[in-house]
């Protein structure tokens, strides 16, 4: 008999061996259950408290010099340490039901929108309450919002910040207030509108959620009342009739010597220009008033940006990566128009169409940009490429499938299918690259140590599941600066009595606690069968 097993029958009275049987199964069942507590024991004696920790997770951190992690910890508002389960449980510690150790779900940077009208539709249409309409935002999973567009002063700007003032601005918001309006007047001229920013310069606090970064230009058309977008080639007749428009190269808001000076004298105020961009013969003129204005600086200081890049030729992207300039791309492309598309514009058009989609391998800065306004909001309508759901929209990105009006998905024709954006790609372009636009990528956009406490938690990882279920992914919590904004209510994660969050104890202490279990009932029957 085995030394230990001998000094075991002699502690052990042969009336309680089954009840010891009896209480090594209940104990293989119990260790499990409480593995969680088992883990948080592991802690070293000097721990540091902290507010949050997220353990035993799969952490897509957006950071490439560290692509993938386990565990992390919150503490007042920042990212304390990021790194693995063991190191950060070692090192940290938080009041109980704070540790989750989840290896259910994945955990990402906050969504950030580089290009939506949310809060800005919010107020001038009413649809929403500036609180409500942020609380729908951060459900969907967006920590930041980049605003593109807001009117005069008092009527945009001051709602906005009386509610960062009453501490009820819970998202981030980076406004940026129009220089002229979307529409020309009737002798086709541009209509600016007020100018405040010569007396007050951007606000780029970094720890504020109230910025101010750059100002809005309008340099061409949009289809119908807002005239077409500025092309180098002519619109044919049925182009025309098509987009409701009349002038037949587009309509420039503002020609190159007047562009050049109102970027010159909003660039020399220190504001980054966002220029509503969607024709070729348009993006030529902002590149080229860009270049005016930088003067043979980089826009690495300055972040002039261009929206929506529906027609880029070749000679631009060379022109924009001599420059470093940042793109917006939408994410969702309405597909289930490919074939008139197809029919209306010519091969090199088309190629010009698609082209924003190869920004990213080309080395520029490229952001996401839903474009949404509340005008459009449908829950139920999953076909408008300016909806709000972000995860669509990098299933647009990645597939550029999309969904009609009566739920038929849509695959792309090969010119749409041209140049491939990575899950990588894609997840970049609505974290980091959009805080990079408002120049908070020090700050936001990827789970580093240091930066603010922006993240979310959702239902499955888009780099390792199907690309066709991207589109489903659900947002189950969003913490924005360190605080818990929004839990879904189908799938709290923190339980709001304290109760010790435990999602899926890992397997390898299951294992153990097994091993262990089965190691007991092992020695009580072997020492049954010795004492016999
Ligand atoms: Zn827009």
Request: proline content about 4%; charged content about 20%; hydrophobic content about 40%.
């Amino acid at each position: 008999m085995p030394t230990i097993f001998k000094s075991m029958k002699k502690l052990v009275k042969p009336k309680l061996k089954s009840f010891l049987i009896f209480l090594s199964l209940f104990f293989t069942l119990l260790i499990p259950i409480f593995s969680n507590s088992i883990i948080i024991q592991t802690k070293a004696a000097d721990a540091e408290q902290v507010d949050y920790i997220f353990s035993n997770a799969n952490i897509i951190t957006v950071d490439e010099a560290n692509p993938l992690e386990e565990a992390i910890a919150i503490k007042d508002g920042k990212i304390h340490a990021i790194g693995s389960s063991e190191e950060i449980l070692a090192k940290y510690y938080t009041d109980e039901g704070n540790t989750l150790h989840s290896n259910d779900h994945t955990i990402m940077p906050g969504l950030i929108d580089g290009h939506t009208h949310l809060m800005w539709s919010a107020n001038y249409g009413g649809f929403e309450t500036l609180q409500g309409a942020q609380s729908i935002a951060m459900a969907f999973g967006y920590t930041t919002l980049n605003e593109k567009g807001a009117d005069g002063w008092d009527r945009d700007i001051q709602p906005l910040l009386d509610i960062e003032a009453a501490g009820e601005l819970r998202i981030r918001l980076n406004v940026f207030p129009i220089y002229n309006l979307a529409f020309l007047d009737e002798n086709n001229e541009s209509i600016n509108v007020e100018r405040w920013y010569p007396d007050r310069g951007p606000i780029l606090d970094p720890g504020r959620k109230f910025r101010v970064p750059g100002i809005k230009i309008y340099s061409d058309g949009a289809y119908g009342n807002r005239g077409l977008p500025a092309m180098s080639v002519p619109y044919t007749p049925e182009q025309l009739e098509a987009f409701m428009g009349t002038s037949v190269y587009g309509d420039l808001y503002m020609n190159q010597s007047t562009l050049n000076a109102v970027v010159k004298t909003i660039h020399d105020k220190g504001f980054s220009c966002a220029f509503h961009s969607m024709g070729d013969r348009s993006t030529e003129t902002v590149l080229n008033a860009i270049e005016y204005a930088l003067d043979g600086e980089t826009n690495d200081n300055y972040r002039h940006q261009i929206e929506h890049n529906s027609f880029i030729r070749e000679d631009l992207i060379a022109q924009a990566q001599s420059l470093n300039t940042i793109h917006s791309v939408r994410g969702y492309f309405p597909t289930y128009w490919q074939v008139e598309y197809a029919e209306l514009f010519n091969e090199t058009v088309l190629e010009w169409y698609v082209n924003r989609y190869s920004l990213p391998s080309e080395g520029l800065h490229a952001y996401l940009e839903t474009d949404f306004t509340w005008e459009v909001y449908d829950d139920d309508d999953l076909s408008g490429s300016r909806n709000i759901k972000p995860f669509l929209h990098m299933w647009g990105l990645v597939t550029r499938k999309s969904i009609d009006h009566n739920g038929t998905i849509h695959t792309p024709l090969p010119w749409l299918a041209e140049h491939t954006i990575s899950v990588e790609q894609a997840l970049k372009m609505m974290t980091l690259e959009g805080a990079y636009a408002v120049k908070q990528e020090d700050y936001l956009g990827s789970l580093e140590a240091g930066k603010f406490a922006d993240l979310i938690v959702i239902s499955d990882d888009p780099l390792t599941i199907n690309h066709d279920e991207i589109k489903d992914i659900e947002v189950y919590l969003t913490m924005i600066n360190g605080t818990i904004e929004y839990q879904n209510p189908a799938h709290s994660i923190f339980s709001e009595l304290g109760n010790t969050a435990v999602f899926g104890p890992s397997v390898g202490l299951v294992m153990i606690s097994m091993i262990f279990g089965f190691l007991l009932i092992l020695g009580m029957t072997v020492l049954k069968k010795k004492s016999k």
